[in-house]
Protein backbone atom coordinates (compact mmCIF):
# COMPACT_ATOMS: atom_id res chain seq x y z
CA UNK A 1 0.00 0.00 0.00
CA UNK A 2 3.04 2.37 0.48
CA UNK A 3 3.19 3.55 -3.14
CA UNK A 4 0.19 2.08 -4.20
CA UNK A 5 1.83 1.75 -7.86
CA UNK A 6 -1.78 -0.15 -9.12
CA UNK A 7 -3.91 3.03 -8.21
CA UNK A 8 -4.79 4.97 -11.64
CA UNK A 9 -5.83 8.42 -11.46
CA UNK A 10 -7.68 7.99 -14.63
CA UNK A 11 -10.59 5.54 -13.90
CA UNK A 12 -13.18 6.68 -11.55
CA UNK A 13 -12.76 4.20 -8.23
CA UNK A 14 -14.44 2.80 -5.29
CA UNK A 15 -14.73 4.96 -2.49
CA UNK A 16 -12.59 2.72 -0.09
CA UNK A 17 -10.01 2.63 -3.03
CA UNK A 18 -9.97 6.80 -2.83
CA UNK A 19 -9.60 6.74 0.90
CA UNK A 20 -7.05 4.44 0.55
CA UNK A 21 -4.98 6.55 -2.27
CA UNK A 22 -5.05 9.29 0.36
CA UNK A 23 -3.67 7.71 3.08
CA UNK A 24 -0.76 5.89 0.77
CA UNK A 25 -0.15 9.64 0.23
CA UNK A 26 -0.17 10.83 3.75
CA UNK A 27 2.50 7.63 4.14
CA UNK A 28 4.66 8.83 1.38
CA UNK A 29 5.03 12.44 2.35
CA UNK A 30 6.09 13.78 5.58
CA UNK A 31 4.38 17.05 5.12
CA UNK A 32 0.92 15.21 4.30
CA UNK A 33 -1.54 14.36 7.10
CA UNK A 34 -4.64 12.47 6.57
CA UNK A 35 -7.22 13.09 9.07
CA UNK A 36 -11.06 12.56 9.06
CA UNK A 37 -14.00 14.43 9.19
CA UNK A 38 -16.24 12.33 11.01
CA UNK A 39 -18.33 9.34 9.89
CA UNK A 40 -21.40 9.86 7.18
CA UNK A 41 -24.72 8.75 7.92
CA UNK A 42 -24.29 5.08 6.64
CA UNK A 43 -20.59 5.05 8.60
CA UNK A 44 -18.37 5.62 6.30
CA UNK A 45 -15.44 8.05 7.47
CA UNK A 46 -14.81 11.19 5.78
CA UNK A 47 -11.61 11.64 5.40
CA UNK A 48 -9.46 14.18 4.00
CA UNK A 49 -5.41 15.45 3.30
CA UNK A 50 -3.93 18.48 4.88
CA UNK A 51 -0.83 19.37 2.73
CA UNK A 52 1.65 21.61 3.59
CA UNK A 53 4.53 21.95 5.81
CA UNK A 54 4.76 22.86 9.28
CA UNK A 55 5.47 26.83 10.46
CA UNK A 56 5.85 28.75 13.52
CA UNK A 57 2.68 31.27 12.07
CA UNK A 58 -0.60 30.32 11.28
CA UNK A 59 -1.02 29.34 8.09
CA UNK A 60 -3.59 30.82 5.49
CA UNK A 61 -5.91 27.39 3.96
CA UNK A 62 -6.81 26.88 0.71
CA UNK A 63 -9.96 24.30 1.21
CA UNK A 64 -11.15 22.72 -1.35
CA UNK A 65 -13.83 20.01 -1.54
CA UNK A 66 -16.09 17.43 -3.99
CA UNK A 67 -18.35 14.97 -3.87
CA UNK A 68 -21.00 17.03 -2.05
CA UNK A 69 -22.96 15.34 -4.90
CA UNK A 70 -23.35 12.01 -6.13
CA UNK A 71 -23.50 11.37 -9.43
CA UNK A 72 -20.52 14.03 -10.19
CA UNK A 73 -17.77 11.39 -10.66
CA UNK A 74 -15.73 13.56 -12.22
CA UNK A 75 -15.54 15.70 -9.46
CA UNK A 76 -14.02 13.59 -6.61
CA UNK A 77 -11.59 11.94 -9.57
CA UNK A 78 -10.39 15.63 -9.98
CA UNK A 79 -9.39 16.33 -6.84
CA UNK A 80 -7.74 13.11 -6.32
CA UNK A 81 -5.45 14.45 -9.16
CA UNK A 82 -5.34 17.73 -7.95
CA UNK A 83 -3.71 16.00 -4.60
CA UNK A 84 -1.28 14.00 -6.60
CA UNK A 85 0.01 17.07 -9.23
CA UNK A 86 0.43 19.36 -5.82
CA UNK A 87 2.55 16.77 -4.03
CA UNK A 88 4.42 15.10 -6.82
CA UNK A 89 5.67 18.48 -8.10
CA UNK A 90 8.29 20.14 -6.64
CA UNK A 91 7.98 23.64 -8.20
CA UNK A 92 4.79 23.64 -5.39
CA UNK A 93 7.21 23.19 -2.16
CA UNK A 94 8.07 27.17 -1.42
CA UNK A 95 3.32 27.12 -1.74
CA UNK A 96 3.13 24.75 0.73
CA UNK A 97 5.97 26.33 2.98
CA UNK A 98 3.42 29.69 2.86
CA UNK A 99 -0.26 27.91 2.86
CA UNK A 100 -2.10 24.50 3.73
CA UNK A 101 -3.64 23.08 1.58
CA UNK A 102 -7.07 20.92 2.64
CA UNK A 103 -8.59 18.68 0.04
CA UNK A 104 -11.54 16.43 0.95
CA UNK A 105 -11.85 14.22 -2.00
CA UNK A 106 -15.95 12.97 -1.30
CA UNK A 107 -18.14 14.73 0.77
CA UNK A 108 -21.26 12.02 0.47
CA UNK A 109 -19.80 8.61 0.27
CA UNK A 110 -22.94 6.71 0.99
CA UNK A 111 -24.78 8.80 -2.21
CA UNK A 112 -21.80 8.09 -4.30
CA UNK A 113 -21.72 4.63 -3.59
CA UNK A 114 -24.95 4.26 -4.21
CA UNK A 115 -24.21 5.86 -7.41
CA UNK A 116 -22.07 3.87 -8.43
CA UNK A 117 -24.03 0.09 -7.34
CA UNK A 118 -27.97 0.94 -7.69
CA UNK A 119 -28.94 4.59 -9.52
CA UNK A 120 -26.18 6.17 -11.07
CA UNK A 121 -27.65 9.42 -11.19
CA UNK A 122 -28.43 9.87 -7.46
CA UNK A 123 -27.32 13.14 -6.46
CA UNK A 124 -28.13 13.22 -2.50
CA UNK A 125 -26.63 11.63 0.50
CA UNK A 126 -28.62 8.72 1.72
CA UNK A 127 -30.34 9.12 5.08
CA UNK A 128 -34.15 8.57 5.73
CA UNK A 129 -36.21 7.10 4.93
CA UNK A 130 -38.93 9.74 4.96
CA UNK A 131 -41.86 9.34 3.26
CA UNK A 132 -40.51 5.86 2.14
CA UNK A 133 -37.91 8.28 0.40
CA UNK A 134 -34.26 8.48 0.88
CA UNK A 135 -31.63 11.21 0.71
CA UNK A 136 -31.08 14.88 1.50
CA UNK A 137 -29.38 17.14 -0.97
CA UNK A 138 -26.31 18.59 0.71
CA UNK A 139 -25.76 21.38 -1.15
CA UNK A 140 -29.53 22.78 0.30
CA UNK A 141 -28.77 22.16 4.04
CA UNK A 142 -26.48 24.66 4.88
CA UNK A 143 -27.07 26.88 7.85
CA UNK A 144 -27.98 30.50 5.88
CA UNK A 145 -30.96 31.24 3.80
CA UNK A 146 -31.86 27.65 4.28
CA UNK A 147 -35.06 27.18 2.34
CA UNK A 148 -35.45 30.11 0.95
CA UNK A 149 -35.26 29.04 -2.78
CA UNK A 150 -34.36 26.54 -5.33
CA UNK A 151 -35.37 23.38 -2.38
CA UNK A 152 -37.79 21.27 -1.93
CA UNK A 153 -39.55 20.39 1.19
CA UNK A 154 -40.67 17.27 -0.19
CA UNK A 155 -38.21 14.40 1.00
CA UNK A 156 -38.55 12.57 -2.25
CA UNK A 157 -37.40 15.18 -4.67
CA UNK A 158 -33.83 15.58 -5.56
CA UNK A 159 -33.59 19.05 -4.29
CA UNK A 160 -35.07 18.77 -0.56
CA UNK A 161 -33.38 20.38 1.78
CA UNK A 162 -33.84 18.01 5.07
CA UNK A 163 -35.74 18.97 7.67
CA UNK A 164 -33.56 21.59 9.49
CA UNK A 165 -30.52 23.84 8.42
CA UNK A 166 -27.42 21.33 8.84
CA UNK A 167 -30.12 18.30 9.58
CA UNK A 168 -27.66 16.16 7.93
CA UNK A 169 -24.61 14.99 9.22
CA UNK A 170 -22.02 15.13 6.44
CA UNK A 171 -23.38 18.95 6.38
CA UNK A 172 -22.73 19.35 9.78
CA UNK A 173 -19.09 17.68 9.72
CA UNK A 174 -18.16 20.26 6.70
CA UNK A 175 -19.77 22.95 8.60
CA UNK A 176 -17.88 22.19 11.81
CA UNK A 177 -14.58 22.54 10.18
CA UNK A 178 -15.04 25.46 7.86
CA UNK A 179 -16.54 27.33 11.39
CA UNK A 180 -13.23 26.23 13.04
CA UNK A 181 -11.05 27.65 10.58
CA UNK A 182 -13.07 30.47 9.09
CA UNK A 183 -10.23 33.08 9.75
CA UNK A 184 -7.55 31.11 8.20
CA UNK A 185 -9.15 29.55 5.10
CA UNK A 186 -9.00 32.75 3.03
CA UNK A 187 -10.41 30.61 -0.48
CA UNK A 188 -13.24 27.66 -0.47
CA UNK A 189 -13.27 26.04 -3.61
CA UNK A 190 -16.15 23.03 -4.23
CA UNK A 191 -15.77 21.00 -7.02
CA UNK A 192 -19.26 20.05 -9.12
CA UNK A 193 -20.35 19.03 -12.24
CA UNK A 194 -20.97 19.85 -15.01
CA UNK A 195 -21.14 22.73 -17.34
CA UNK A 196 -17.74 24.48 -17.47
CA UNK A 197 -18.69 27.34 -14.87
CA UNK A 198 -16.60 29.10 -12.30
CA UNK A 199 -19.28 30.64 -10.17
CA UNK A 200 -19.35 33.08 -7.08
CA UNK A 201 -22.22 34.02 -4.35
CA UNK A 202 -24.65 34.92 -3.30
CA UNK A 203 -26.31 31.70 -4.87
CA UNK A 204 -29.74 32.58 -2.86
CA UNK A 205 -31.31 34.90 -5.22
CA UNK A 206 -30.53 36.49 -8.89
CA UNK A 207 -28.98 40.12 -8.44
CA UNK A 208 -27.39 39.97 -4.96
CA UNK A 209 -23.61 40.29 -4.46
CA UNK A 210 -21.79 39.91 -2.03
CA UNK A 211 -19.61 43.58 -1.22
CA UNK A 212 -16.52 42.47 -2.34
CA UNK A 213 -17.98 40.71 -5.41
CA UNK A 214 -15.07 42.60 -7.73
CA UNK A 215 -12.46 40.42 -6.02
CA UNK A 216 -14.38 37.38 -7.06
CA UNK A 217 -14.92 38.51 -10.42
CA UNK A 218 -11.44 39.32 -10.86
CA UNK A 219 -10.17 36.53 -9.88
CA UNK A 220 -12.54 34.04 -11.14
CA UNK A 221 -11.56 35.48 -14.56
CA UNK A 222 -7.71 35.01 -14.00
CA UNK A 223 -8.61 31.33 -13.11
CA UNK A 224 -10.91 30.44 -16.12
CA UNK A 225 -8.23 32.40 -18.05
CA UNK A 226 -5.07 29.84 -16.46
CA UNK A 227 -7.92 27.03 -17.39
CA UNK A 228 -8.06 28.04 -20.64
CA UNK A 229 -4.45 28.17 -21.49
CA UNK A 230 -4.59 24.40 -21.52
CA UNK A 231 -7.16 22.74 -23.63
CA UNK A 232 -8.92 25.69 -25.25
CA UNK A 233 -11.91 25.11 -22.39
CA UNK A 234 -14.08 28.11 -21.58
CA UNK A 235 -15.37 28.17 -18.42
CA UNK A 236 -18.40 30.75 -17.99
CA UNK A 237 -17.85 33.18 -14.89
CA UNK A 238 -20.71 34.16 -13.20
CA UNK A 239 -23.21 34.43 -10.37
CA UNK A 240 -24.67 31.30 -9.04
CA UNK A 241 -27.99 32.51 -9.02
CA UNK A 242 -27.95 34.30 -12.51
CA UNK A 243 -25.61 32.26 -14.28
CA UNK A 244 -27.71 29.08 -13.26
CA UNK A 245 -30.91 29.56 -10.82
CA UNK A 246 -31.17 30.93 -7.26
CA UNK A 247 -30.63 28.00 -4.64
CA UNK A 248 -29.97 28.96 -0.68
CA UNK A 249 -28.39 26.64 1.78
CA UNK A 250 -25.20 25.76 -0.54
CA UNK A 251 -22.11 25.50 0.67
CA UNK A 252 -19.97 27.86 -1.04
CA UNK A 253 -22.60 30.64 0.31
CA UNK A 254 -22.40 29.58 3.58
CA UNK A 255 -18.59 29.47 3.51
CA UNK A 256 -18.90 33.25 2.12
CA UNK A 257 -21.41 34.04 4.76
CA UNK A 258 -18.86 33.36 7.83
CA UNK A 259 -16.45 35.27 6.07
CA UNK A 260 -14.43 32.99 4.08
CA UNK A 261 -12.91 35.56 1.43
CA UNK A 262 -13.03 33.71 -1.82
CA UNK A 263 -15.58 31.71 -2.82
CA UNK A 264 -16.20 29.91 -6.07
CA UNK A 265 -18.46 26.47 -7.06
CA UNK A 266 -16.51 24.93 -10.13
CA UNK A 267 -18.79 23.13 -12.80
CA UNK A 268 -16.38 20.74 -13.74
CA UNK A 269 -16.67 19.37 -17.53
CA UNK A 270 -18.44 18.07 -19.52
CA UNK A 271 -20.24 21.69 -21.04
CA UNK A 272 -23.68 22.25 -20.96
CA UNK A 273 -23.90 24.52 -23.92
CA UNK A 274 -25.69 23.36 -27.56
CA UNK A 275 -22.43 24.46 -29.63
CA UNK A 276 -20.67 21.85 -28.21
CA UNK A 277 -22.64 19.19 -26.11
CA UNK A 278 -21.79 15.37 -26.70
CA UNK A 279 -24.81 14.55 -24.02
CA UNK A 280 -22.31 12.87 -21.16
CA UNK A 281 -23.61 15.17 -18.82
CA UNK A 282 -22.77 13.50 -15.19
CA UNK A 283 -21.81 10.11 -17.54
CA UNK A 284 -18.57 11.53 -18.56
CA UNK A 285 -15.95 8.83 -19.98
CA UNK A 286 -12.73 8.32 -17.69
CA UNK A 287 -11.00 9.12 -20.80
CA UNK A 288 -11.50 12.80 -20.37
CA UNK A 289 -10.36 12.50 -16.46
CA UNK A 290 -7.13 13.44 -17.49
CA UNK A 291 -7.77 16.44 -19.39
CA UNK A 292 -10.23 18.10 -17.06
CA UNK A 293 -7.71 17.75 -14.30
CA UNK A 294 -4.86 18.95 -15.86
CA UNK A 295 -7.02 22.23 -17.06
CA UNK A 296 -8.49 22.57 -13.40
CA UNK A 297 -5.28 22.25 -11.78
CA UNK A 298 -3.78 25.51 -12.94
CA UNK A 299 -7.13 27.29 -12.10
CA UNK A 300 -7.11 25.67 -8.54
CA UNK A 301 -3.24 27.28 -8.33
CA UNK A 302 -4.56 30.47 -8.99
CA UNK A 303 -6.60 30.65 -6.53
CA UNK A 304 -3.67 29.06 -4.12
CA UNK A 305 -2.04 31.71 -5.14
CA UNK A 306 -4.55 34.44 -3.91
CA UNK A 307 -4.42 33.04 -0.51
CA UNK A 308 -0.57 33.16 -0.77
CA UNK A 309 -0.85 36.63 -1.14
CA UNK A 310 -3.82 37.48 1.26
N1 LIG B 1 -24.87 22.66 -9.19
C1 LIG B 1 -25.07 23.43 -8.00
C2 LIG B 1 -26.32 23.01 -7.26
O1 LIG B 1 -26.17 22.76 -6.09
C3 LIG B 1 -25.55 25.91 -7.53
C4 LIG B 1 -24.95 24.83 -8.36
C5 LIG B 1 -25.17 26.12 -6.24
C6 LIG B 1 -26.48 26.71 -8.10
C7 LIG B 1 -25.74 27.15 -5.52
C8 LIG B 1 -27.05 27.73 -7.42
C9 LIG B 1 -26.68 27.95 -6.10
O2 LIG B 1 -27.40 22.89 -7.83
C10 LIG B 1 -24.70 21.34 -9.23
N2 LIG B 1 -24.21 20.80 -10.36
O3 LIG B 1 -24.93 20.66 -8.31
ZN1 LIG C 1 -23.43 19.38 -7.79
Known sequence: LRSMPSFNLYDYHTYDDQMAYIKSIAQQY??????????????????????????????????????????????????????????????????????????????????????????????????????????????????????????????CSETYAGSSALSEVEAQHLAKILDANNNTIKAYVTLHSYGEDLIYPWGYAIRTYPSDVAELKKLAHEAAEAIHAVNGTRYSVGNSADELYPASGASDDYSKSIGIKFVYTFELSPTSSDDNFYGYGFQFPKEFIQPTCEETFPGILTIAKAVQDT
Open 30 to 155: SYVHLESLGKSVEGRDIQYLKIGYPSNRPKNILFIDAGIHAREWIAPATAICIIDRLVTNPDYTSLLYDIDIYVVPNVNPDGYEYSRTSDRMWRKNRSGPRQGCYGVDLNRNFAFKWGYSGVSRDP
